[in-house]
């Protein structure tokens, strides 16, 4: 059975589309049949991320109205074969997404796949109220910073309220990953501590991506980071955190770059 | 290989700049002098074949690579023979 999965947080450039893409990787690396969806019209970026800027052709929006067949406009990762991209349009208006059309492909996308992974735009308009409309699981990605975790609780009491499962009088199985995490900074006192967003959101805890310049690297080459450089600390967190995702326990750790004593003498230099 | 190039070996930000320079020609309209050309010609062409012949939309294959120098744009429409047609 099929499971949609929505990576959302209210906030913007916390990390939705860089964990999108890791997540979906290492999903696909599992073996999983794997399709990522961007929702963000009119500001797209997860082929970009993905590195497939240059092959699209069609998009959501295309499909939603009719124009183009699904499979036409699925992009088929170049690197894992189950792996596939469905992107947003850039040049048209957000409201041409409507519910019904959003509905109808995901039914579609349901036969095809394993893993349905919506990529939220930020805000909480209709882009991220349709990115999770029909979500099975949410991803709450949160960064340890007063805005991020204030915008995430908004976002979850959206998707204990305005999804098809909260309408139901379901739940929505909702999970934070902590993102941009020092955990030199947190122990300082100077970023808030996992334990104190835990405390605030009370949601479970599905991993801790630590701040590292290793996701930078990934999407200035366009490779999801879990694929671009799987041993690297985000590499390592974003496979633990789909591990959990599929039910297994793994115990939390926070992985770290390790360097030899060549990476910290050249480990400040720019990526 | 050159001591630079030992040192410049995982430097990626080139590659960033050159992937954002090639995309945003494309979206600017510098390449071609159009927003986008590659994708107007193929909805330009897909309505000009369409006039002749039903196009059957599972028929279609429509790829596109955008490059610096070169895009390609590759339409392929399956157009039933005869025998089909009649059918």
Not at chain 1, 61 to 81: P, Y
Not at chain 1, 89 to 112: C, H, I, M, N, P
Request: proline residues 4%.
């Amino acid at each position: 059975m099929a499971k949609i999965l929505v990576v959302t947080s209210g906030k913007g450039g916390v990390g939705k589309t860089t964990s999108t893409a890791a997540l979906g990787a290492a999903l696909a690396h599992g073996g999983e049949k794997v399709v990522v969806i961007d929702f963000d019209v009119g500001l797209r970026n997860l082929d970009l991320v993905m590195g497939a800027e240059r092959r699209v052709v069609f998009d959501l929006i295309n499909v939603v109205q009719g124009d183009a067949k699904l499979s036409q406009a699925l992009i088929r990762d170049k690197r894992m074969e189950n792996l596939s991209l469905l992107p947003a349009s850039q040049t048209r208006d957000k409201d041409a997404l409507t519910e019904e059309g959003v509905a109808r492909v995901l039914a579609d996308l349901r036969e095809k796949f394993d893993w349905i992974i919506c990529d939220s735009p930020a805000g909480i308009e209709r882009g991220a109220t349709l990115a999770m409309r029909h979500a099975d699981v949410a991803v709450v990605v949160t960064n340890p910073e007063v805005s991020s975790v204030r915008d995430s609780d908004r976002i979850i009491g959206l998707l204990d309220s305005k999804t098809e499962k909260a309408e139901k009088g379901e739940r929505v199985e909702k999970h934070l990953l902590l993102t941009r995490y020092d955990p030199v900074r947190a122990e300082r006192g100077e970023m808030l501590k996992k334990e104190d967003v835990l405390e605030i959101l009370s949601i479970p805890l599905l991993g801790i991506i630590p701040e590292s310049e290793e996701v930078l690297r990934a999407s200035n080459v366009g490779a999801p980071v879990t694929f671009n450089n799987p041993d690297s600390a985000p590499g390592r967190a974003y496979f633990d955190a789909v591990r959990r995702l599929k039910g297994e326990n793994v115990e939390m750790i926070i992985p770290s770059d390790r360097k030899g004593l060549l990476g910290k003498l050249f480990g400040r230099r720019a990526a | 290989m050159s001591l630079m190039g030992f040192f410049n070996r995982r430097t990626s930000a080139p590659v960033a700049r050159e992937r954002l320079q090639i995309l945003l020609a494309h979206e600017r309209g510098i390449v071609g002098g159009k927003p986008d050309l590659v994708a107007l010609l193929r909805e330009e062409i897909l309505a000009v074949v369409g006039r002749h012949v039903t196009i059957e939309q599972d028929r279609v294959q429509v790829k596109m690579n955008r490059g610096a120098d070169l895009s390609t744009l590759e339409i392929e429409v399956e157009i039933p023979g005869p025998t089909l047609a009649r059918a």
